[in-house]
């Protein structure tokens, strides 16, 4: 009994990770919290099939500003759509939160990033960038990551979430909100 390759494809199971962030209020759905809970549901409602969620964390801006802090977490969906498809349905759902991409670094009312797509490796010109560049250097990222996929090992280094926690730099501001319990 073999595989038979793209028969198999969609069959297999791979962590697929999308960071959520916001830090303006949104006209529609009101402070970041809500606007991130809305944000899940319309992932869902556009074919995502979100497997676990971590708790909800506010972080400092990065880099450091005068700017709101964020309210950041990590979702694991499934998906039969691949990496460049994926990317586009995450741009057009922060284009139907409002989210006009300008600046980078900018304040904004939705941030959806693709973290990781299984162990697959893509690098630049052209998105996306795979896993995210900077994944490893964020605690707001880390952290609910640790919440849903503490065994999740990043595909070029290796490293484990606790060790690229670990490598954090001391004094990152990065802290769970109250009753913003993981599932998973």
Not at 52 to 64: D, I, L, N, Q, T
Request: positive net charge.
């Amino acid at each position: 009994m073999g595989f038979r390759g793209a028969e198999c494809k969609w069959h297999m199971v791979v962590p697929i990770l999308i960071g959520l962030g916001a830090n303006l209020p949104s006209p529609r759905h009101g402070l970041p919290v809500a606007t991130l809970e809305a944000a899940l549901s319309a992932l869902a409602e556009r074919g995502l099939q979100i497997v676990a969620r971590s708790g909800w964390w506010e972080s400092a801006p990065v880099p450091a500003s005068d700017q709101p802090w964020y309210v950041n977490g990590v979702v694991e969906v499934r998906t039969k759509l691949g990496p460049e498809d994926l990317l586009a349905l995450l741009h057009g759902v922060e284009a139907a939160f409002g989210r006009v991409r300008t600046v980078p670094n900018w304040p904004r009312i939705l941030d959806l990033d693709l973290l990781a797509y299984g162990s697959m490796l893509r690098s630049g010109p052209e998105p996306p960038l795979l896993p995210h560049p900077r994944l490893a250097e964020r605690g707001f990222v880390l952290l609910p990551l640790a919440q849903i996929r503490a065994n999740w090992r990043h595909p070029a280094t290796g490293l484990t979430v606790a060790e690229m926690i670990a490598r954090l730099p001391a004094g990152a501001l990065v802290r769970q909100l109250p009753q913003s319990g993981a599932s998973g």
